[in-house]
């Protein structure tokens, strides 16, 4: 007979599925920017709609429970710097996917926390691991495989997933500073410096930019609007539903998972571009996803042992 769940593994359930279903939206989120760009929208533009919307659907949601208390920021230093850490890393990576394939450019991003593995013992000051260096080495040979000469892939493309998983490892590196911040208000903040940041740039960027720009979006379609509103609002959700999952679930359980990500984000690729990366590039892939989801369950696995090695060693 199988055992009854507990409260405790109910939630860890619903945060697993509450984390697939924000990996979702934030592909949504990724093929909207893709096709917004390719209809001739210009990075600037695109991101600032990304941030502004964000920030109003934060500041309505904080508003609307009276938690203006989480406004308030405990790590300034480090939300300004991760705040505009992520700006670059939005921008990089709408780079990104406007010159390769939704599900090879996602897979670039993979990178990032193999980034940290294997820089930890000098970045973080934590103990040099085998394990760590192997599935780093893995991970960075499926890139390899990902990003080979003959896979067709633009090289401007290649540079900028590269530029923005470095970008990326930084921003995780970050969101460690800001930990002892409530997660609404890390999320408050990142919209926030994005949006106020980019309206201060506008008026110097847009003439260079795209210097037809008032005239592109007067031409937009109503769908196509519709889409340019939307990067906000499926951002500011997927990050909301991100944070619901880790309340119901610890990182280290949800970590191995985040790596699904590449289901939807080929599928999209598929379904709107009939982008679909060949046999080879799912070698490259499953070696990153492999490696990264990995070493995650093994930490995990390897930290809980620990934890009940030292409670079994503890006086009675």
Not at 119 to 135: D, I, M, N, Q, Y
Request: glycine share 8%; proline share 5%; charged share 10%.
């Amino acid at each position: 007979m199988q055992p009854i769940p507990t409260l405790r593994s109910q939630n860890a359930i619903a945060g697993v599925a509450i984390l697939l279903l924000s990996l979702s939206v934030l592909s949504v989120l990724d093929a909207s920017g893709k096709w917004i760009l390719a209809a001739g929208v210009s990075l600037v533009v695109v991101t600032w709609f990304r941030y502004v919307v964000h920030f109003l659907l934060i500041v309505g949601l904080l508003l609307s429970r009276n938690e203006l208390h989480l406004f308030k920021s405990h790590a300034l230093k480090y939300q300004l710097s991760r705040g505009v850490t992520i700006l670059f890393t939005t921008m990089g990576f709408f780079t990104t996917i406007s010159y390769l394939p939704q599900a090879q450019a996602t897979t670039m991003l993979f990178a990032a926390p193999l980034i940290i593995l294997a820089l930890a013992p000098w970045l973080l000051g934590e103990p040099k691991r085998v394990s760590r260096w192997l599935a780093a080495t893995l991970g960075f040979m499926g890139v390899l495989i990902v990003v080979r000469p003959s896979s067709g892939l633009s090289p401007i493309g290649v540079g900028f997933g590269v530029l923005t998983a470095l970008l990326m490892a930084t921003q995780h590196l970050l969101t460690r500073k800001v930990a002892i911040d409530h997660p609404l208000t890390t999320i408050l903040w990142s919209g926030m410096i994005g949006a106020i940041a980019l309206t201060l740039m506008l008026p110097i960027m847009l003439p260079i930019a795209d210097p037809h720009w008032a005239q592109t979006l007067a031409e937009l379609p109503l769908g196509a609007w519709a889409v340019l509103l939307s990067l906000g609002l499926s951002g500011g959700i997927g990050h909301l539903l991100q944070v619901q999952a880790y309340r119901l679930a610890a990182a280290s359980l949800l970590a191995p998972f985040m790596y699904v990500q590449i289901i939807p984000a080929a599928a999209l690729g598929w379904l709107i571009w009939g982008d679909f990366p060949d046999a080879i590039s799912w070698i490259g892939i499953g070696l990153i996803c492999t490696s990264g989801a990995g070493i995650a369950w093994y930490e995990w696995h390897s930290s809980r042992r620990q934890a009940i090695s030292a409670l079994a060693k503890r006086p009675a």
